[in-house]
């Protein structure tokens, strides 16, 4: 077989992909540009609210991280047992994820409320600019007391986005999706300046609206899975039994708990990352939040290639087609990297005009347009990164994805970012640089895994 056969599927094998992956993208999609307007509200009211908001939503991106790894190590079976059409084992995944994303939540609540002051002031350095550290505080602090109250509809719309995606039914969470960024953007505009007799609340404002859009997210999900029995099979019961054998709960448990832990230690990882370049002062801390909220506008193509390799792949192994889920990963990955090419060069053209949406100043843009240049360069590698997880996810190998994502993450990046921005005079762009080039350790160690064809097995026979 030639080297196009391996890597280029037919025309039917990309209407499959797409019919799995347009509906992520397009929430992805919407979801970073709502995220980018509201960024840019934030940013009308002055740089401290940006940059105690990006502080804030720096730390929740942990505690996403760490409900999305909880889900993630029962979405290994759920997707494996709808390959089967095995409903009832959908029902037990979907209740270990109940009980384990509760837990998760009551300790990031009691994280935030104990300890918030003091995890976002790792985040304050006075390096001579501008920045004003008490306003950045005060603003983060108001900010966080609202988002806590969106943690938990957050973590149950999870639950119920989450399985229907591992069997399938990628459009509903992509409507309720939608729908709730919409919301928010709306109340961000009414909230934050306002509008149409609203009052004028600033941070506390753009959080009351994300956790209004998130109530709303839950509700739709909810009722709509619930009527729909005949899409929805796996749900039908579920709340009549809740126990979970125990044979299945040590199972997903030991598959599940690397995926956890790897993905609490790769986004604490990537906080970690971000408190270093933010030695270099509040200017950084803006230009950070501007460059990643604008490229996550244009990473949502490749992750949900990702999620994508989760699906389709881990549905073939389920079912027993093991040559032909090798052939699709393979295929998948050539995909996902290709597209990401594609989007970088339109990143890196257009990195100097969106810093200036932004009412900021001429330094906190120049280091925003750096730093989107830094990330466009580099999306390929992070497009063949995400799909890698991705595909020894599926076979439920996660000991060694833990090894592949957090040790590197932990062993490689940190040291660098450390050592670089606090013994160096070193620019920031620069060290930002060198950390995604010691993610090559990590591209040869997957391509390695990849190709042995270590994740190739079924977890549920």
Not at 128 to 143: E, F, K, Q, S
């Amino acid at each position: 077989m030639g080297i196009r056969q391996t890597l280029v599927g037919d025309r039917a094998f990309y209407r499959r992909v797409m019919a799995v992956a347009l509906p992520i993208m397009v929430q992805n999609g919407i979801t970073s540009f709502v995220s980018l307007l509201d960024n840019i509200m934030v940013g009308a009211v002055g740089t401290e609210p940006m940059s105690g908001v990006a502080i804030v939503n720096q730390l929740m991106f942990v505690y996403n991280l760490c409900i999305f790894g909880g889900l993630s190590g029962a979405g290994i079976f759920t997707a494996q047992y709808c390959g089967q059409k095995d409903w009832q084992g959908v029902r037990h995944t979907f209740h270990y994820k109940l009980w384990l994303g509760l837990g998760v939540t009551a300790i990031a609540l009691t994280l935030f409320v104990f300890h918030g002051e003091s995890l976002i002031s790792l985040y304050l350095h006075d390096a001579g600019d501008t920045g004003d550290l008490a306003a950045t505080l005060r603003h983060a602090m108001a900010y966080m007391q609202v988002m806590l109250l969106g943690m938990p509809p957050f973590v149950f719309a999870q639950f119920y986005t989450s399985t229907l995606r591992e069997c399938s039914e990628t459009r509903l969470p992509m409507l309720a999706s939608v729908s709730a960024v919409l919301v928010n953007l709306v109340f961000n505009y009414f909230l934050i300046f306002g509008h149409f007799g609203f009052p004028a609340l600033g941070v506390v404002g753009a959080a009351a609206a994300t956790v209004l859009s998130r109530w709303v997210e839950l509700a739709i999900v909810v009722i709509w899975t619930h009527t729909h029995p005949d899409r929805t099979p796996y749900f039908v019961g579920m709340y009549r039994k809740w126990g979970i054998p125990v044979k299945l709960v040590k199972t997903i448990t030991v598959k599940g708990l690397p995926l956890l832990l790897n993905e609490a230690l790769w986004s604490t990882s990537q906080a970690i990352l971000v408190q270093c370049y933010a030695v270099r002062g509040l200017n950084v801390v803006a230009a950070v939040n501007i460059s990643s909220t604008i490229t996550n506008l244009f990473n949502g193509v490749f992750l949900a290639m990702g999620s994508s390799v989760a699906i389709m792949v881990g549905q073939l192994l389920g079912a027993g087609k093991m040559e032909e889920a090798r052939d699709t990963d393979t295929k998948l990955i050539a995909f996902s990297v290709t597209l990401a090419a594609g989007i970088g060069m339109v990143v890196f053209a257009t990195s100097p005009l969106f810093p200036r949406l932004y009412n900021t100043n001429d330094a906190v843009r120049t280091l925003a347009m750096q730093f989107m240049m830094v990330t466009a360069v580099f999306m390929p590698q992070n497009a063949f990164m995400n799909a890698v997880y991705f595909t020894l996810r599926s076979g439920g190998k996660t000991g060694i994805t833990f090894l592949f994502d957090s040790v590197n993450a932990w062993a490689v990046s940190i040291p660098i970012a450390f050592l670089l921005s606090r013994f160096t005079p070193m620019h920031v762009v620069l060290i930002m640089t060198l950390v995604c080039v010691g993610d090559w350790i990590k591209c040869l160690y997957g391509f390695h895994l990849v190709r042995k064809g270590v994740w190739v097995q079924n977890i549920v026979a």
